[in-house]
């Protein structure tokens, strides 16, 4: 609360800009929802759905010696059992396939056909078996595993996550805090004093865009940290996708809160918004899978664009040129909607 | 600023604002002098809080013509919002931020005025400026209204029901507060629907009713227009005849009696010679009394005379 400190802090967009955080931070819920949620959707969507290491599949021999040729192969994992013991684990499910000697230095394998992993054990079993008593394979083969940061679900989904967020927190923010402040009266209160009535409602956006920052950067830093999805693009389109994304929602969180009364008014409004382009626009699955009449109105949508824009940058290092026709759904949403909002807003 | 100076420092004429079904303003002259205080005192719906916002530049009205400090809202607003003091009724502020918070934002507002602190302290809140809005008793809440409506130093000020709701403890607080400001020379406009509010801290009174000003002048003026000085009141409930009235009537010093249900009002010039001769008559008619009470005329009276009605009746 120093004088020197005062000289620049007591115009009234810094003030209203500080109201802003203050209010943020505040509010716990607040932090959890715009912080945190995202992190935890992330990492346990990340786990639910990691490129797992190929099974390895629990099988059974009755005798040493089958034991011993069926462990060259390293994806069974062999257990040596008595025969009703063996018998007992199969039933139950505990190994996928029973090897068993029969006369003759035959071999007998016991699985359920219907199941992938039986059919799977089935193959490795026999290959070991066949290895181990001399079978040279004719053609000789090698793997190349493809398994690279980029195209993983989870390098999928942060992208679609970020583009979420960034409407959430936008629209919400926005949305909440008018809605709030003119139910409350405060905000007659704020233009009965020589307040400009710019400054108040470019304090939200000041706001809005200092958060960013934090809560771009919590989200691809995780991912980055956890699961190493890449950022392939330059930060500085990044930060061009992101302030223009985070506006476009801005514009359409005012426009929702430009007239409502009441809370329980603006979040139905706000629902009614967002719900069908959590849904359409391609956080959690390609928005491909709709039919293709409906592609035009999914592509139309800020949601779908500033994912697909999210994407094309982070995966396949896109420049804003590529990105080009999203960049124009976006701007088009912007000015539309803060025009229209402008024109119905009440301060009262 | 001193008295010397009789100019108007806000000037209605011929006001109406009507709002879908209900006239709320209807054809309202005031004159608001510079230094004075004045009340608009009535009921509520009486139109005081439209009257008042009209004035504050936050309401169109219909018709009619508003100066303020000279100035008027379509020309000088942003002049006026830097001269003028504003509390309006029951403003929520944000419940998440400190005094201190609230006072350096809205000091944020204005060109000129005092330091923040100085302010707090003024309302007495010096202990409290670093606390929570939320967590402030409602007296405290409408201190740091009166706070906000300060900062900038106004010459004007426009207290809209200051009080209502408050305990009584808290309302003589806020009239001290009041009280100084009268004297540092400023000049306010206030509505309230207390009359005991009005005749303390108002130089002069409009007493409005349905969008009119049905009476105009000081507290004392108003009172002595009535021609009445005391009122007696009484309660003559379960007599076993009916009470006659018009002897009452006949008792010297009395000049109107209201009986309904039982309740007898009487407005009394010479209350040492009436109220004898009133339970001397009673006494001959064989009615008991169950209640007596006397006082001295107020704006409440004013108001019942001119309107038939109670000033707090719904």
């Not at chain 1, 809370?263 to 918004?273: D, K």
Request: with cysteine.
């Amino acid at each position: 609360m120093s004088s020197a400190s005062a000289a620049w802090a007591d115009h009234p967009l810094p003030q209203l800009t500080l109201v802003r955080f203050r209010e943020f931070w505040r509010e716990p819920e607040a932090i959890f929802w715009v912080f945190v949620f995202p992190v935890l959707l992330a990492a346990g969507l990340g786990l639910a759905f990691r490129n797992r290491p190929p099974d390895v599949l629990k099988i059974a021999a009755v005798t040493p010696e089958l034991a011993r040729s069926l462990r060259q192969e390293k994806l069974l994992d062999v257990e040596q059992l008595s025969a009703p013991a063996a018998e007992a684990a199969l039933r139950t499910g505990k190994v996928a396939l029973l090897a068993a000697p029969a006369p003759g230095g035959a071999v007998v394998y016991r699985y359920d056909d219907t199941n992938p992993e039986g059919r799977t054990a089935r193959m490795l079993a026999d290959r070991a078996v066949q290895r181990a008593a001399g079978r040279v394979d004719p053609v000789a083969s090698s793997d190349r595993l493809m398994r690279e940061p980029g195209s993983r679900y989870i390098d999928f989904l942060i992208p679609g996550l970020l583009g979420m967020n960034l409407m959430g927190s936008a629209i919400w923010g926005m949305g909440f805090a008018i809605v709030d402040a003119r139910r409350k009266k405060l905000m007659k209160r704020l233009i009965a004093t020589p307040m400009p009535r710019h400054d108040y409602l470019l304090s939200f956006v000041l706001a809005r865009l200092l958060l960013l920052v934090v809560e771009v950067g919590v989200l691809l830093g995780f991912g980055a940290w956890v699961f190493q999805v890449p950022v392939r693009g330059s930060m500085l389109d990044l930060a061009v996708l992101c302030v223009l994304g985070s506006l476009s929602f801005s514009a359409l969180g005012l426009l929702i809160a430009s007239r409502a009364q009441t809370i329980e008014a603006a979040s139905g409004l706000m629902n009614t918004v967002m719900m069908p382009m959590w849904i359409v626009s391609g956080v959690f699955f390609s928005a491909q899978r709709f039919p293709a009449a409906l592609q035009p109105v999914i592509r139309a949508l800020p949601l779908t664009a500033v994912i697909d824009a999210l994407r094309a940058h982070m995966l396949q290092g896109a420049g804003l040129a590529q990105v080009a026709p999203q960049l124009g759904v976006l701007l088009v949403w912007l000015l539309v909607c803060f025009t229209l909002a402008l024109k119905l807003f009440r301060w009262r | 600023m001193s008295g010397a100076a009789p100019q108007a420092a806000l000037c209605v004429r011929n006001l109406r604002k009507a709002y879908k079904d209900v006239v709320a303003v209807d054809g309202l002259d005031l004159e608001v002098r510079g230094g004075e205080c004045f009340g608009l005192l009535g009921p509520n719906g009486a139109g005081k809080t439209t009257t008042i916002e009209i004035c504050e530049g936050l309401t169109a009205a219909d018709s009619g013509d508003v100066e303020v400090l000279g100035m008027r809202w379509n020309a000088d607003a942003r002049e006026l919002r830097q001269r003028l003091g504003i509390q309006l009724q029951e403003t929520q502020l944000s419940e998440k931020l400190t005094v201190m918070e609230t006072v350096r934002l809205f000091r944020s507002f204005f060109r000129r005025g005092p330091e923040a602190a100085e302010v707090i302290a003024l309302v007495q809140l010096g202990e409290k400026r670093k606390s929570r809005v939320g967590g402030l008793s409602g007296g405290q809440k409408q201190r740091l209204a009166l706070a906000c409506a300060l900062v900038g130093d106004p010459e004007f000020l426009f207290l809209d029901e200051p009080t209502t709701g408050l305990d009584p403890q808290a309302r003589r607080q806020l009239w001290d507060l009041i009280e100084q400001f009268k004297l540092a020379g400023r000049t306010i406009l206030m509505t309230t629907h207390y009359m005991d509010e009005a005749e303390r801290l108002c130089d002069r009174v409009a007493i409005m009713d349905h969008g009119k000003a049905i009476a105009v002048g000081t507290p004392r003026e108003l009172i002595a227009s009535i021609g009445v000085e005391q009122l007696v009141e009484f309660s003559a409930g379960g007599a076993a005849q009916a009470l006659d009235v018009s002897a009452l009537r006949r008792i010297a010093g009395v000049r109107e009696v209201r009986a309904e249900n039982g309740n007898v009002r009487m407005q009394v010039s010479e209350l040492h010679q009436a109220v004898p001769a009133l339970l001397d008559e009673l006494d001959r008619q064989g009615v008991p009394l169950t209640e007596l009470r006397t006082h001295s005329a107020s704006l409440e009276d004013v108001f019942v005379i001119l309107t038939g009605r109670h000033l707090r009746d719904e």
